[in-house]
C-alpha cells in the first residue's frame, strides 16, 4: 500500500511539474508572412534611390540590389566608385533576406550568440550579415533590397531607408 501511494503521489508530481511547465512554454511565433507578386520596376527604382539618397547624405559608396520574391534580381545600382566586391554580397542579402523572410541582422545576431546558432553558416547562399531585409506590401513579401560598401550597421541603415521610403 506504501508504494502504491508513494508512485500515485509520484505521478501527481509529474502531472503538476507538466501543467505548470505547460503553462509557462513560450507562445509559437506567428506564421510567416506569406510571399505576393513580384515587386514592380518602379518600385524597386523608388527603394534604390531612397537607399542612395541615405548613403549620399553620409557619404558611403554602396550597391543596392532589389530581389523579387524569388530571389531573382530587379534592379542592381551600383554607386559611382563603390567597390566592385560589394556586388555579390548585396545580392546576396536581398536573397537572404527574401528567402528566409526575415532581415539579415536576425542572422548576424544568431551568429554572434553563438552555440546552436552557428548552423546557419551552413545555409547555402545565406549571408548573415547586416543590409538584407524583406520588402512587405499589405502584409505580403513583394522582394527584398540587399546593400553592401559599408560596415554592416552602415549597409543596414541604407537598406532601411529603402523600407521607410516604401511605407510612406
Known amino acids: 500500500m506504501i508504494g502504491t501511494r508513494h508512485r500515485l503521489g509520484a505521478l501527481l508530481g509529474l502531472a503538476a511539474l507538466s501543467s505548470t511547465a505547460l503553462a509557462q512554454a513560450p507562445t509559437p511565433p506567428p506564421p510567416p508572412l506569406p510571399y ?94 547586416e543590409g538584407g531585409i524583406p520588402i512587405v506590401d499589405d502584409g505580403r513579401i513583394i522582394g527584398a533590397v540587399g546593400t553592401s560598401g559599408g560596415s554592416a550597421q552602415q549597409d543596414g541603415v541604407v537598406a532601411q531607408a529603402c523600407i521607410d521610403a516604401l511605407s510612406k
Not at 542592381?76 to 526575415?102: H, I, W
Not at 542572422?107 to 552555440?115: H, K, N, T, Y
Open 36 to 129: 505576393g507578386p513580384a515587386i514592380s520596376l518602379d518600385t524597386a527604382r523608388q527603394c534604390a534611390a531612397a537607399a542612395r539618397d541615405a548613403a549620399t547624405r553620409n557619404q558611403w559608396l554602396m550597391v543596392v540590389t532589389i530581389v523579387d520574391p524569388g530571389g531573382h534580381e530587379v534592379l542592381v545600382e551600383r554607386m559611382d566608385n563603390a567597390q566592385f566586391g560589394s556586388v555579390e554580397p548585396a545580392r546576396q542579402k536581398a536573397y537572404t533576406a527574401v528567402a528566409f523572410r526575415r532581415s539579415t541582422k536576425v542572422f548576424e545576431d544568431m551568429v554572434a550568440s553563438g552555440g546552436a546558432a552557428l548552423r546557419i553558416l551552413r545555409l547555402p547562399d545565406a549571408l548573415p550579415i
